[in-house]
C-alpha cells in the first residue's frame, strides 16, 4: 500500500510545488517508485516543474467521468510518474468527500511506494483533509514573516479540522464545535480543547490528547539567503510547540538559486539538469531526513 506525502503551505509562492517535484525526482532517483500528484484543484500548474506540458487527462477525468486511475497517470519524460491537476474546470476546487475519499482510496491501494500530493495554498476544507490523510506531512515556507504566519494558521486549521470531525458524529460536543468554528472565540491551544471534552466525555479527551502526541510534521525552509533565516526554524517550532503541542521535525533547507526560476520557464527541471548544485543536494537530505524522521 503506497504512502501518502502531503506538501502544503500557508500561502502561495513559497517554492512549494519545486519542492513536491524535486522531492519526486530525488525519491525515484534513489529507487522508491514515487506517483506525483498535482493536487490544488484551483489552481494547477506542477507540470511546469517537470518541463511538461499540459497533460490530456488528469484529475478531472478520474473524479468526474470515471476514468480509471491508470489511465490518468502520466509517464513523464523525466521519469516520475504524474497526475496532472484540473486547475481551469468550473467547480473542482470544491470536490466532495465522495470524490476525495474514492480518489485516496485508489492511490492508497496502487503499486507505488510514495505518493506526493502537491496541495493547493490556502485553508479549504479539502486542501486541510487531505493533509491530514497522509502518513508524512510537510509545511512548506520562506523566512517571511507571512509565510510563517500563514503556515501556522494552515496548522492549527488542519488540527483543528481532525478534532472536529472527530467530535462531530456526537450532539453533546456541539457547543465544543461551535467554539472550534468561531474565529473570534475559538481555543487559544489544544489543551483547553481536550480539557473542555474531558469535562464530557474523558475516552474522547484521551483520543484527541493521543492524536496530538502522535502527530508528526516535517517543515521545509526554502529561499534561504543567510544563515541567521534558519533561526526561522526554532521560533516556528516553538510557537507549534506551546500552543499545538505537536511534534515538529526540521527537514532541512532549500537556498535561494535564480537557475529554478529559469528553469521552469524553459521547462527543464532544476534537480534532474543541475545535480552537482547545493540546491540539488538540500533535496536530497531532505528526502532523506523525510524518509527517516516522518
Known sequence: MAELI????GKGGVGKSFLSSSLALSLNEAGRKTLLVDADLGGANLHNFLGYKVPPVGLYNFLREKIRLDDIITQTPVGV???????DVLGMAHITKVE????????????YEFVILDLGAG??????????????????MNS???SLENAYGFLKIAIYRHIER???SNPIFDDVNRKLRNKSATYQNVTDIANDVEAIDTENAGQIRNFIKTYKLGIVLNMVRFKKELNVFYGFE???KKYLHIKVEKLGHIPYDEGVCESVRVMRPFYQNHRDSDTA????YIRKLLLEKL
Open 81 to 87: 510518474d504524474f497526475i496532472a491537476g484540473s486547475g
Open 144 to 146: 517571511e514573516p507571512t
Open 281 to 284: 543536494e538540500c533535496v536530497d
Open 238 to 240: 516553538s510557537i507549534v
Open 123 to 140: 485553508t479549504s476544507f479539502n486542501m486541510v483533509d487531505l493533509f491530514n490523510q497522509a502518513e508524512r506531512r510537510i509545511l512548506a
Open 166 to 168: 472527530f467530535l462531530s
Open 100 to 111: 476525495r475519499s474514492r480518489f485516496i482510496d485508489k492511490i492508497k491501494n496502487s503499486d
Open 6 to 9: 502531503a506538501i502544503a503551505s
